[in-house]
């Protein structure tokens, strides 16, 4: 499997194209570098001053050069130029189809919110997609502005409110994808992280038709007491689980939180203990999230963990 959240390791021709236009251009401005630098080099001790020495006869200007200086940047702005309008025509084909999306995305203080429309899966922070085929993506917000970056599989694109944009990514070959919001969103921008998940066309459908599965029913104590804490209490205000809609999309939706790898996207590993952590005080982990600290008794706090440890 490989995983990467790396320009420099492009995995789709979307990705490829700009990741190459990088390549060039880092290449052309290393050329330049190399060679101003070592032009003043050359002329601070070549024609430094020297004690005793006469001041050098003056100049005033050189047509040839000054023509050659203009002509040859402008030349490769030129090249950079065409190439660039051939990147973007590779990675964000203008024509996008007024088509049902295969992927809404969509951008919260601080998370991302997936939605399937033509499955009905809604998901957070790592979002499945098949390999070998391009995917189309709408991304809006539910409040400020993000941006949905995945360098290995595809370009950047702003999520702005009250619209949604139309991109494309794609991945070659499987693997997991690490992207992040790019665009500064509040004091936890930096830990607005998303993971791609690419996966074989077998493999991704098998994921849909587990994520259509709906949530276990409870069966010990500890996961009934959890499952009617979860509902008494202010969770489920914010946080759908299959076949218990939430009054507000505000929060993730948990009908498979535990097959997630990460919670607060990206900035704990998802484990039972973290897990208890995270709703005990998320704003230790996430200042300014929108999760209220829940003061959970201890006994409380067992429980409910150990039900939503049944969300696989
Ligand atoms: Cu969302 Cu930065």
Redesign the pocket.
Known sequence: MAAGGNLLFPNSPLARSIANLFDVTLVICAIIFVLVTVLVTYCIIRFRARPGEPPPAQVGGHKALEILWTVVPFLILVFIFFLTVAAMRTSDPRRIPKQQPDIVVI?H??WWEARYPKSGVVTANEIHIPTGRPILIHVGTAD????FWVPALGRKMD?IPDRFNAMWISADTPGTYLG???????AE??W?RISVIAESPDEFNAWIAHQLGTAPEPSSGATMRGAELFQRMTCVNCHAIAGIPAAQSVGPNLTHIASRRTLGAGVLTNTPENLGLWIRNSQLFKPGNLMPRMNLTDAQLTDLVAYLETLQ
């Open positions: 951008g203080q601080f400020v502005i993000h941006s999520m992040a919001c790019s665009e500064y969103c509040g921008h930096a607005m």
